[in-house]
Structure formats: structure tokens, C-alpha cells
């Protein structure tokens, strides 16, 4: 299982943390656009930010925010509270435009969207050349919900990347951290899961 080093940063000063960017298309023979991830904690949250390139930003129009954000370009975390997924896992997709569709899922993809975290802050800022997405979630309620058990959380780290086609079409891509090794698109899977570890900066 790949694993990723989240530092202790008692400001949460993400410039600090370790730059994530072995992000791939699993599904497409072409390199993704650029895409990085960091993160660090303190004794009190999960700091992250993404920042991504994309030249063709696409933002969802539906009047429900969590529906206008899966029609969205936008960044994803997910987190299990077991690494076979058969007990609960929860997933944040995050748009550039401050929506997220945030849910409670077992498998095989039962999905509960009316469930929400409850201390996720963040963020979207849209830039000439991308955007960057920003955001914190409170460490007691990752242990409330046995997602950080002994420094450790069993999570997901994605991207939905859509573009404008001909007649006003929108494909869909999709980019991970890790490459389930599946046929079809899927990050439902425990194979998409890595591992991120909370370590003192030394």
C-alpha cells in the first residue's frame, strides 16, 4: 500500500508539507495535467490543499450544491474506517467554487448523501492556469468515526477531470494517487486506497 507522510506543523503551514504528484489517468494511456497535494496537522486538524492545472474549467449548474459539484472539475478525498471497505467510508468532493458533495458510504457504492462532515472547512480559489482547493478537517472527528486509529488513516486522493467537447458535451476523466487496476473507472474500491501516516517533522 502506498503511503503518504502527513508532518506536524503546529501552524498548519501547508508550504511545510510533503508535495504529493504521482497522480495519474488509470484509465487513459496520456499524462494527467499537473496535480499535487499536501498536507500536515496539528493536535487539532487535518490541513490540505490541492492545486491543479486545468485550462478548461468545467462548474456544475444545478441549484443543489452537492449535485452542481458533481457536475464539477474538482478534487476528492476519501477515507475508510477499514481498509476492505466493508465498514463505512466517507468521501468530500470538492469543486473550485467553495460546493461539495460530502456522503457516508459501504460497499458496493451504498451511499448515504445526506450525511456530512461536520468540521470540514475549505475553500476554492479559480486561477488563470488552474485552481487550488483548501481545506481542514477537525482530528476528533476522524477519530470519532475510527478513521485515525494510532497516527494512521486508510484514504483516498482524487481528481474529477471534466472538459468542454463539441455541441456542449462534457467528458469525463478521472485521476488518482493510486491506480485501482480496474477495468472501468472506480475509486469505490479498496484498491485505490493508500495509507497516510501523521509523523513529527524531524
Given amino acids: 500500500m502506498s ?6 506543523n503546529g501552524g498548519l503551514d501547508l508550504s511545510k508539507g510533503e508535495r504529493l504528484s504521482d497522480f495519474s489517468f488509470p484509465w487513459l ?13 496539528n493536535e487539532r486538524a ?3 490543499r490541492f492545486e491543479v492545472e ?3 474549467l468545467v462548474l456544475g449548474e444545478a441549484a443543489d450544491s452537492g449535485k452542481a459539484a458533481l457536475g464539477s472539475d474538482r478534487v476528492e478525498l476519501f477515507f475508510a474506517s477499514s481498509p ?3 465498514k463505512p467510508y466517507y468521501g468530500a468532493e470538492m469543486d473550485p467554487a467553495g460546493r461539495v458533495y460530502d456522503y457516508a458510504a459501504t460497499t ?21 492556469t488552474g485552481y487550488v482547493v483548501s481545506g481542514q478537517i477537525q482530528l476528533d472527528e476522524l477519530r470519532d468515526l475510527n478513521l485515525l486509529v494510532d497516527n494512521q488513516m486508510t484514504t483516498g486522493v482524487y481528481r474529477a477531470e471534466f472538459s468542454h467537447v463539441d455541441e456542449g458535451g462534457i467528458e469525463e476523466n478521472w485521476i488518482s494517487w493510486i491506480d485501482p487496476g480496474t477495468r472501468k473507472p472506480d475509486f469505490h474500491v ?3 486506497f493508500g495509507k ?6 524531524s
Fill in 54 to 56: 486545468d485550462h478548461d
Fill in 3 to 8: 503511503v503518504y507522510q502527513v508532518k506536524y
Fill in 84 to 86: 476492505d471497505l466493508e
Fill in 29 to 41: 494511456s496520456r499524462e494527467c495535467p499537473a496535480t499535487s497535494f499536501r498536507a500536515v496537522w
Fill in 190 to 192: 479498496p484498491s485505490s
Fill in 196 to 201: 497516510f501516516e501523521l509523523v513529527e517533522d
Fill in 46 to 48: 487535518l490541513a490540505f
Fill in 108 to 128: 458496493y457504492r451504498q451511499i448515504d448523501p445526506n450525511w456530512s462532515f461536520s468540521s470540514l472547512i475549505f475553500s476554492g480559489r479559480i486561477h488563470d
